[in-house]
């Protein structure tokens, strides 16, 4: 039987990357989980540090504040440094009032047994090209998934029209091919 004190999460081994964050209870919707604990460095700090995992290069335990200040999950840290990034979480990383602070907020109600994943839309200064999102890769696969962990600017009404008018050429494309593989195999 679970304690109210006891704690909303545990750690263990994730489908999507390392360790994950999980229920160990119901959720309800609102519900402040943990706190996102560890120093508080400048961004020049956290630009000068060396790779958490020289193996895996781009992975991260920073959480950026408003102040412009990070939160480096990877020192002082709490369970919260594990949790993965999903395009479709079901929390998210509220702010104290005085900004210095960042708890885990349950989105909407969370069943037990459910990893707790948060959108880290991750901010870059440099251009975001193919490589840099390939480096920062999402593998949540969720339908509105955008394939990287950073955060993409919103895109404009004329890029939203071409990705519309490369969506009708390809959904056209595919309709012509199927019809002549039909037309091929009704000569054969
Ligand atoms: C704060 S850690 C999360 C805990 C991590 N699973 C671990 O075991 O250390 C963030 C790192 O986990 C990985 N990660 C988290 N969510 C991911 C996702 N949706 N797709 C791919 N990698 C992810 C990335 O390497 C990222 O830099
Ligand atoms: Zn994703």
Not at 109 to 127: F, N, Q, R, S, V
Not at 153 to 165: E, F, H, L, V, Y
């Amino acid at each position: 039987m679970d304690h109210p004190s006891d704690p909303w999460h545990e750690v263990r081994r994730s489908p999507l990357h390392g360790h994950g964050v999980f229920a160990r209870r119901p959720i309800p919707k609102g519900t402040y989980i943990l706190e996102y604990e560890g120093v508080h460095i400048t961004q020049e700090q956290a630009d000068a540090q060396e790779p958490s995992n020289p193996d895996d290069p781009f992975h991260t335990f920073f959480f950026a504040i408003s102040n412009g200040m990070i939160i480096d999950g990877g020192n002082g840290g709490n369970d919260s440094r594990y949790i993965n990034h999903s395009c479709e979480p079901n929390c998210e990383g509220h702010e104290s009032e005085d900004g210095n602070r960042v708890f885990i907020v349950a989105l909407r109600d969370i069943a037990a047994g459910e990893e707790l994943l948060y959108d880290y839309a991750l901010t870059i200064d440099d251009k975001i090209t193919k490589t840099l999102k390939k480096q920062y890769a999402c593998l949540c696969g969720t339908p509105s998934c955008r394939g990287t962990m950073l955060a993409l600017p919103k895109p404009s009404k004329k890029q939203r029209k071409k990705a519309k008018k490369k969506k009708w050429l390809k959904k056209i494309i595919r309709q012509a091919v199927r019809e002549e593989i039909q037309d091929l195999l009704r000569n054969t």
